[in-house]
């Protein structure tokens, strides 16, 4: 990937234009001056631009990943907010939320406000999620309202439960007064219990503690339970089961204030996956079973899913190296995302192109209130440029994060991001 300024004027030309607000396809030229959308129609003309051929490529809006582990401050050895940015650009991503398990954690309007400092001046737009609760330990609420002042844009104590029934209530109650959406990691650590993977056939085929779907139902249906008699805003993040995606679904049909997340590699690989004890596949919550994979499949035609996130979760090699019982939970995925998620769900089952793009477009951003008037004359150019046919094997050469924990090296991907630009800069991916 190259990383350039982008020049006074640039055109993109002859692509075709998906736009996920009007839900739109067309071919046209993009016309941009300074950093911003000028033009947007057939055959633009223009001397001293830079032209870039987008002939058989899709432009659309730069896609949006509410869930990402950046691990600054503290584990800059496993990703910086520079690094993760690059491979936010790799993945065709132009806006990033962060998760606040840092070392320390985001839990105070200080350190929100130095995640923004120091993003400043980064090519993608970075939102820091701010912590629930004080050291994330569960029990103390943090100053929600500062936070919020300070630019948090939601809040989590992401990486660990709420396991408090009543923490988690008044925590939805705030939320729900600063009208920001509260995401809670949904697994219920008793019933995890020291699982580290899936519980199932595979699990006893491998002599591995199991972790079963009810240690995520059980979590949800609290939150759901929750968030509806508080009329509040909350966000079911990395949903990894069919029983947790059917109580989604069920409850939105009353609750306007539901909205949820699914993982590409949640719909990409089953336990199966895991016999051969990759460690890159140990997640949390675990890959799980075929039909819970076909049950996501399922939700997302039925519109439970609003969003794909990746839970890019950066950790070293050495970590990763180790035992599976050792090794940390967690996987890459930014770069990966768009080859990933556009195999499964428009090659292999036959999702409209359209609503995958709304999924990593305009929807994440609606429920953080980002703007979406992206394909606008005057707006900041935050766009992607894509092939989405191109079919390849995908290897270290595509990754940009300082990590390489991804399970997909040497699979077969469908989906290619050429150029990603955003804050005035154009990363030449391919
Ligand atoms: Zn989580």
Known sequence: MKLEKLSASTILRNGTIIDPVAEKQFKADVLIEDGRIAGIGGQINHEDAKSIDCSGLIITHGFCDLHVHFREPGRE????????????LAGGFTRVCVMPNTDPPIDTPEAVANIIDKAREL???????????????????????????SGSVAFSDDGLPITNGSVMRMALEYGGMLNVPVINHAEDIDLRNDGLMNEGAVSTRLGLPGNPAAAEINMVHRDL????????RLHVPHVSTAGAARLIGDLKKQHDGISAEVTPHHLFF???????????????????SEADRQGLITAIRQG?????????APHTTEEKEGTFDLAPFGMIGLESCFGAV?????????????????????????????????????????LVVVDTGAEYEFSRAHIQSKSVNSPYLGRQLTGKIHYTISKGNLAVVQ
């Open 77 to 88: 050895d496993k990703e910086t907010l520079a690094t993760g940015s690059r491979a936010a």
């Open 123 to 149: 090519p993608v737009h970075i939102h820091p999620i701010g912590a629930v609760t004080h050291q994330q330990q569960g029990r103390q609420l943090t100053e929600m309202g500062s936070m919020r002042d």
């Open 225 to 232: 339970e929750l968030a509806r008699t508080t009329s509040t």
């Open 270 to 288: 089953n336990d199966e996956d895991l016999l051969g004890f990759d460690t890159n596949l140990k997640v949390a919550p675990p890959i799980r």
């Open 304 to 312: 439970v899913f609003e969003c794909i996130a990746t839970d890019h």
């Open 342 to 382: 556009n195999r499964i769900l428009v090659n292999e089952n036959d999702l409209p192109l359209m609503e995958l793009i709304k999924m990593l477009t305009v929807n994440p951003r609606n429920i953080m209130g980002f703007d979406n008037d992206l394909l606008t004359v005057g707006e900041a150019a935050e």
